[in-house]
């Protein structure tokens, strides 16, 4: 199975399961789920450790799958070679045909030479003289059963050698036509044996790519902040803070960022469900890209770039929600990693994420905000050993110890529906679906 098929299926399990959808979601259900202690998970439910790949399999799977290939190759190469053989001279096949040919126009050779002294010894039957004798009618006579008996004879051998002539030909005509099968087919075999080896490669470069042997730790931490309302057709700009917490500086760090709309009340969820039509626009900039740049599959990550210790980067993200969207919510979702020269890496042991309200377009009415529109003061980062805090927004230095994002809901919020989003972020589908069975098992 291809890792993003897992994760995907992964993703789908995590929204779909109960406890997590309806904590995640509490408006939608009139009485809240049990706890997670006493919640049995769904059966259906996938484990993505349980099915994702080691790197030692993933470059097993690349090895076996090149041998296959290369095995493939020289099948194709043989199976051309067998056919184009077929034309040599010296083929059995070939020779098979030629000594059949030369028999068979010697038995014509003989034919025609049996009929034609049978005709000349009917001919010669005809011309006897009036006065012959019996002994010459006699010898006449014998002379047409004699070459009557030898013509029926040279029939029979030019028969017998065309039908050998037959069948070697076909026989050779049948080896061409099953030696152009065989090639066509080891075409084929090398098509789908290149198309594995190069799944299998993308599969490895993925898994490489995502940083499997990096551990997740709270070297990079991420905050965000931001309205509690968005009015569809309407930017909306929200706050992202990504601060390194080690001991040490981090040479690249790179942020993730997402936001999706939540399904709205009894709207069916399951495995078939495309998640990124839950996906909401959102671009970023900041202090080194002023311009707004938008989020795709090829570049999917904020480069923020060499972090010194205890140092953040501030991010601003825009959404933009369609102007013909209903009313509903939607969360904001982000995460951090990163890698160092030395070949060390990490991936944000927790993720941020906000929720908001989605307001209808203003019609020429002012839009009604609901209930749970009131706004959340943003979230604050505490300095270590004191109780001085600093607003979200600007360059700063100072380090985060508190919690990530202020959203005023459960901690359970973003495990169902942010992961849903996440399926659009590549490298970041498997840090959710981890985290995942860890919120489970928690």
């Known amino acids: ?41 769904a059966t259906t439910q996938d484990d993505p450790d349980e099915d994702m790949p080691t790197l030692e399999e993933l470059r097993a799977a690349v090895a076996l799958a090149q041998k296959e290939y290369d095995e493939a190759v020289l099948d194709l190469a043989k199976a051309k070679d067998d056919l184009k053989a077929l034309d040599k001279a010296d083929h059995p096949l070939n020779v ?17 030479a049996a009929d034609e002294a049978l005709a000349k010894a009917e001919k010669a039957v005809t011309e006897l003289p009036a006065d012959a004798t019996d002994e010459q009618k006699k010898a006449a006579a014998d002379a047409v059963t004699a070459a009557k008996t030898a013509a029926d004879e040279a029939a029979a051998v030019k028969t017998e050698a065309d039908e050998k002539l037959k069948k070697a ?9 099953a030696a152009s099968k065989v090639v066509g087919l ?16 993308e599969e490895l470069a993925f898994f490489e790519e995502i940083g499997e042997e990096c551990t997740e730790d709270s070297a990079v931490k991420v905050a965000l902040s931001g309205p509690k309302t968005v009015t569809a057709g309407q930017p909306t700009v929200f706050s992202l803070r990504v601060t390194n917490t080690s001991d040490h500086a981090l040479d690249t760090v790179n942020a993730f960022a997402n936001a999706i709309r939540q399904p709205a009340a009894g709207e069916e969820i399951d495995e078939e469900t495309d998640f990124s039509k839950l996906v909401l626009p ?49 969360v904001v979702f982000a995460y951090g990693e990163y890698e160092n020269n030395d070949g060390s890496c990490g991936i944000g042991d927790d993720y941020a994420d906000l929720t ?13 905000p609901t209930e ?8 604050t980062v505490t300095t270590g050993g004191n109780t001085q805090t600093t607003q979200q927004g600007g360059s700063s230095n100072t380090p985060v110890n508190g919690t990530l994002a202020a959203t005023g809901a459960n901690d359970t919020l973003p495990l169902g529906l942010a992961a849903a989003g996440a399926v659009v972020l590549g490298a970041g589908a498997l840090v959710v679906a981890r985290r995942r069975k860890a919120g489970a098992q928690a």
């Open 96 to 112: 098979a045909v030629t000594d059949a040919q030369k028999a068979a126009d010697a038995a014509a050779a003989k034919k025609t």
């Open 356 to 368: 908001f309200d989605i307001l209808a377009a203003d019609k020429g009415d002012k839009p009604k």
């Open 372 to 379: 749970t529109a009131t706004p959340t003061p943003a979230p």
């Open 1 to 41: 199975m291809k890792i993003r098929r897992i994760l995907a299926t992964a993703v789908a399990a995590a929204v779909t399961t109960p406890v997590v959808f309806l904590s995640a979601a509490p408006a939608f259900a009139d009485t809240k789920p049990s706890p997670s202690s006493t919640q049995k998970p």
């Open 186 to 201: 080891a075409q084929k075999v090398k098509t789908a044996a290149a198309e594995k080896l190069d799944a299998a490669k």
């Open 282 to 330: 959102l671009e970023w900039s900041s202090p080194d890209v002023l311009e707004w740049t938008q989020f795709t599959e090829e570049f999917d990550s904020i480069e923020v770039g060499k972090l010194a210790k205890g140092a953040s980067y501030d991010v601003k993200l825009r959404l933009t929600v369609d102007a013909k969207a209903a009313a509903g919510k939607g």
């Open 169 to 177: 030909s076909t026989a050779l005509a049948d080896a061409g036509v």
